[in-house]
């Protein structure tokens, strides 16, 4: 049954990666992934392509499925050291900012604040 769900979502809309199929067929995360592996076995589906995630999101890269017996895609290389620091500094510039100010507050400890308190200048004489 959760095969041929898979292959109707497929079949009905066209290739798309683990994480789509399962929003749209309903399935948990164990068994799309466990079906998508019988049915490559099968050599029913194959990876059609890879995607890229979007800015902001974790993971590198994730497989797009196919309907049918091909050759599977090549997998996207590895952006480059230099890209990949860059969209981390854009991700993390205030804290990075926040690290190389020069102004830093020191922290009061527990007992700042309770030391001898200014006399009161009584004016009414």
């Known amino acids: 049954m959760t095969m041929a769900q898979i ?15 399962r929003t ?25 392509s890879w995607q890229r995630q979007p800015s ?29 620091s860059a969209e981390y500094n854009v991700r993390h510039r205030i804290i990075i900012a926040a690290r190389r100010s020069p102004v830093r507050k020191q922290a009061a400890g527990v007992w700042a604040g309770l030391g001898a308190k200014p006399k009161r200048v009584n004016i009414s004489a």
């Open 24 to 48: 749209h067929t309903g399935l948990t995360r164990a068994t799309t992934d466990d079906q998508i592996g019988r049915l490559r076995k099968l050599k029913m589906i194959h990876v059609f």
């Open 56 to 84: 902001g999101q974790r993971g590198a890269i994730s497989p797009v499925y196919g309907l049918g017996d091909f050759a599977d895609a090549e997998r996207l290389p590895r952006k480059p050291q230099a890209q990949r």
């Open 7 to 21: 292959t109707a979502a497929l079949e009905n809309i066209g290739p798309m990666t683990s994480l789509e199929l």
